[in-house]
C-alpha cells in the first residue's frame, strides 16, 4: 500500500485514465465519456472487496489469499497497459512532447499555470475564477470523501466489531451504489438538464452548476445525518 501511494495509488491512475479519455473523446461527449470511467472504477471497487470476502470465506481461504489475488489482478493490469494499450497522440504530437522536456523549457509546474486562463476579449476573467472555483470545490470534496472512508471503516470495527468479510461487503454496497449512479442516473439526468437548459462550450453552463449543487448537497446532507444521529444510533451514512 505504501508503494501504491508512493507511485500516485488510484488518483494517479484515475488521472491518467481521464488525460486518455480526452485525448479520445470529442468535447461534448467528455463529461459522460469520464462519468463512464469512473463508473468502472467504482463498480471494480466494489466487486474487489466483495471478491476478497469470499476468498477469506473459503476453507482453505485467508486474508493472505486475498492479498496475493489482489496482487497477482495489479501485475495482470500493468501486463494489460505496457502491452494492449495504445498511445492516442499522433507521432508528431509525441515528437513535440520529448523535444519539449529534453530542451527543458516544460516544466513540472507547467500544467498548473494552464489553471490561470486568460482574459477574454472584453476583459473578463470569468473563465479563470470558474477553473480556479472548481478546483477549490473538487479540493474540499476530496478531502471530504477521502478522510470520511477510513474513519468509517475505524467506526465499524470499533463499534460492531466488523472484520474484513463484513468490511468488503460494506465496501461492496457502497462502491456499486455509486457505480449505478454515475452509470444509470447521471446520463439520464445530464441528458435532461441539456435538453432543457442547453450547453456551454467555453465556460460552466446552468447544468455544471446544477451538478455541483447537487453533489455538495447530497454530501452535506449524508454528514447532516451522521451528526444527527451519532449519539442515538451511531449511523453512518455514505
Given at each position: 500500500?505504501?508503494?501504491s501511494n508512493?507511485?500516485g495509488?488510484?488518483?494517479?491512475?484515475l488521472?491518467?485514465?481521464?488525460?486518455?479519455?480526452a485525448?479520445?473523446?470529442?468535447?461534448?461527449e467528455?463529461?459522460?465519456a469520464?462519468?463512464?470511467?469512473?463508473?468502472?472504477?467504482?463498480?471494480?471497487m466494489?466487486?474487489?472487496p466483495m471478491?476478497?470476502?469470499?476468498?477469506?470465506?473459503?476453507?482453505?481461504?485467508?486474508?493472505a489469499?486475498?492479498?496475493?489475488?489482489?496482487l497477482?489482478?495489479?501485475?495482470?493490469?500493468t501486463?494489460?497497459c505496457?502491452?494492449?494499450?495504445?498511445?492516442?497522440?499522433?507521432?508528431q504530437?509525441?515528437?513535440?512532447?520529448?523535444h519539449?522536456?529534453?530542451?527543458?523549457?516544460?516544466?513540472?509546474?507547467d500544467?498548473l499555470?494552464?489553471?490561470?486562463?486568460?482574459?477574454t476579449?472584453?476583459?473578463?476573467?470569468?473563465?479563470r475564477?470558474?477553473v480556479?472555483?472548481l478546483?477549490?470545490?473538487?479540493v474540499l470534496?476530496?478531502?471530504?470523501a477521502?478522510?470520511?472512508?477510513?474513519?468509517?471503516?475505524?467506526?465499524f470495527s470499533?463499534?460492531?466489531?466488523?472484520?474484513?468479510?463484513q468490511l468488503g461487503?460494506?465496501l461492496?454496497?457502497t462502491?456499486?451504489g455509486?457505480?449505478?449512479v454515475?452509470?444509470?442516473?447521471?446520463p439520464h439526468?445530464?441528458?435532461?438538464?441539456?435538453?432543457?437548459y442547453?450547453?456551454?462550450?467555453r465556460?460552466a453552463?446552468?447544468?455544471?452548476v446544477?451538478?455541483?449543487?447537487i453533489?455538495?448537497?447530497?454530501?452535506?446532507?449524508?454528514l447532516s445525518?451522521?451528526?444527527?444521529?451519532?449519539?442515538?444510533?451511531?449511523?453512518a451514512?455514505s
Amino acid at each position: 500500500s505504501s508503494l501504491s501511494n508512493l507511485s500516485g495509488g488510484a488518483f494517479s491512475l484515475l488521472a491518467n485514465s481521464y488525460s486518455y479519455v480526452a485525448d479520445i473523446t470529442e468535447p461534448e461527449e467528455r463529461t459522460q465519456a469520464m462519468g463512464s470511467v469512473m463508473s468502472v472504477t467504482y463498480a471494480t471497487m466494489g466487486v474487489g472487496p466483495m471478491i476478497s470476502s469470499l476468498l477469506v470465506e473459503l476453507p482453505f481461504g485467508s486474508d493472505a489469499l486475498s492479498i496475493l489475488t489482489s496482487l497477482m489482478c495489479l501485475l495482470l493490469a500493468t501486463f494489460l497497459c505496457l502491452t494492449a494499450l495504445q498511445e492516442p497522440r499522433h507521432e508528431q504530437a509525441r515528437r513535440n512532447s520529448c523535444h519539449s522536456l529534453s530542451s527543458g523549457k516544460s516544466s513540472p509546474l507547467d500544467p498548473l499555470k494552464q489553471l490561470w486562463l486568460p482574459r477574454t476579449r472584453t476583459g473578463s476573467i470569468e473563465p479563470r475564477c470558474t477553473v480556479i472555483l472548481l478546483l477549490v470545490l473538487d479540493v474540499l470534496f476530496l478531502c471530504v470523501a477521502a478522510g470520511s472512508g477510513p474513519a468509517f471503516l475505524l467506526f465499524f470495527s470499533y463499534r460492531y466489531e466488523w472484520r474484513s468479510r463484513q468490511l468488503g461487503y460494506y465496501l461492496s454496497f457502497t462502491n456499486m451504489g455509486k457505480a449505478a449512479v454515475l452509470l444509470i442516473l447521471a446520463p439520464h439526468a445530464l441528458k435532461l438538464l441539456r435538453n432543457r437548459y442547453g450547453t456551454l462550450t467555453r465556460t460552466a453552463d446552468h447544468v455544471d452548476v446544477l451538478f455541483v449543487r447537487i453533489s455538495l448537497s447530497s454530501l452535506l446532507l449524508g454528514l447532516s445525518l451522521i451528526f444527527w444521529r451519532s449519539h442515538d444510533t451511531g449511523m453512518a451514512v455514505s
